[in-house]
């Protein structure tokens, strides 16, 4: 335990703290703080999650064809108000647009028309115009269920929207707005956790290489064993990385105000995505985070590989370069983003995760046989 210590604390050294920090602070401000700060991003987003929320709140986790009815029916009342505001409006009631009808087909080729409309919504920003679209947008959602077959499926996808449909679970008010939202997020805080690990695991061996520390160690059976403990020592300080960089981004993430939308199924008329599984947000949040975890631990043996071949740090960035691209591409994409997404297999992912590791356990363990029996 004290060998364990002694080297997890000689990993995070004073420069390599800095460097992780200065790459986080990067990430976060190139990538992460505008999800943050621009969520929902402008309008009508903001028009449909203010809706959204107002559902929630007046017909709990599901909307049936009642609540619907009353959904429509407060639709309705925001159109009247908006035939009020026309008419208090004299440039309006001048140019024959007094009702919120006239003002929908307005000729928006006509350049005063344009300009007046152009007014109302873009530079008074009036709430009502905004709030009804939104609520138009939910509306043909939820009367055009049939959006589920907009592409060719397998017999096996046909079915699983069939069962979708007969189990009410695309009455879920739950907006694809949230569930993009949190992807990209994820997505950029993933590749800034690999980042950090690929940059705390290069100098797991090369260290001691530079400074001839194996001659010495290599002599006996114990200095021998300490190559299968830098592999624990990588892997613990991965872990501690992966944990505090998960828990700041969700200490980030409740400013998005979503914890409503937690207990909600992900398989939503209101969400373009539609998962294999019956699995409500939280869950796929945690599914995400597992998935994270398990790539960490794969990206761990593959760098304490490159680590341990690598003569010198140009040849390591070279080598985590491909590495990097393969990781940040299709790895985040695939096993990070959009998980059980009924337009893959529903085995891709737990294969492609068991496949993943143990190959990287495989390539570990043929270096750590060879370490065992290396002449110096």
């Known amino acids: ?153 397998t017999q096996e996808q046909n079915a699983r929207m069939d069962e979708l449909v007969e189990s009410g679970a695309t009455e879920a008010i739950f907006t694809d707005m949230v569930f993009e939202n949190y992807n990209v997020l994820m997505k950029y805080v993933a590749i800034l956790i690999f980042l950090n690990i690929i940059i705390i695991l290069m100098p797991l061996y090369i260290r001691d290489k530079r400074n001839h520390v194996q001659l010495l160690q290599y002599t006996s059976k114990t200095g021998r064993s300490l190559f299968s ?60 985070v597992l998935c994270v975890y398990l790539l960490g631990i794969a990206l761990v043996l593959v760098g304490a590989w490159i680590s341990s071949i690598a003569p010198n740090y140009m040849t390591s960035v070279g080598l985590h370069v491909p590495l990097a691209f393969l990781l940040f591409g299709t790895g985040t994409t695939y096993l990070v983003q959009n998980l059980t997404s009924m337009y893959l297999n529903p085995y891709f992912v737990p294969i492609s995760f068991v496949t993943i590791l143990i190959l990287t356990s495989l390539l570990f363990l043929w270096r750590y046989r060879r370490e065992k029996v290396k002449n110096i």
């Open 229 to 288: 403990h830098k592999l624990l020592t990588g892997l613990t300080a991965s872990l501690i990385i992966i944990t505090a960089q998960l828990a700041f981004f969700f200490f980030m993430y409740r400013g998005n105000d979503t914890s409503m939308f937690f207990p909600l199924s992900i398989n939503s008329i209101f969400n373009f995505f539609v998962s294999w599984y019956d699995l409500t947000f939280f869950q796929y949040i945690i599914l995400t």
């Open 1 to 153: 335990m004290r060998i364990l210590f002694n080297e997890v604390r000689k990993l995070f050294s004073v420069k390599i703290i800095f460097l992780l920090l200065l790459v986080s602070f990067f990430v976060y401000q190139q990538f992460i703080m505008f999800e943050f700060k621009h969520f929902p991003n402008g309008r009508p987003l903001l028009d449909d999650f203010r809706a959204t929320q107002k559902m929630l709140v007046d017909y709990g986790e599901s909307m049936d064809s009642e609540e619907f009815q009353d959904f429509k029916e407060i639709k309705e009342q925001r159109i009247a108000e908006a035939t009020e505001y026309l008419k208090s409006q004299k440039e309006m009631v001048a140019a024959g647009i007094d009702t919120y009808e006239e003002f929908s087909n307005m000729d928006l080729e006509n350049e005063k028309l344009a300009a007046l409309h152009s007014k109302i919504i873009f530079e008074d920003y009036v709430d009502v115009f905004w709030e009804i679209q939104a609520r138009d947008g939910i509306i043909d959602r939820y009367e055009h269920p049939e959006r589920f077959n907009e592409h060719e499926l």
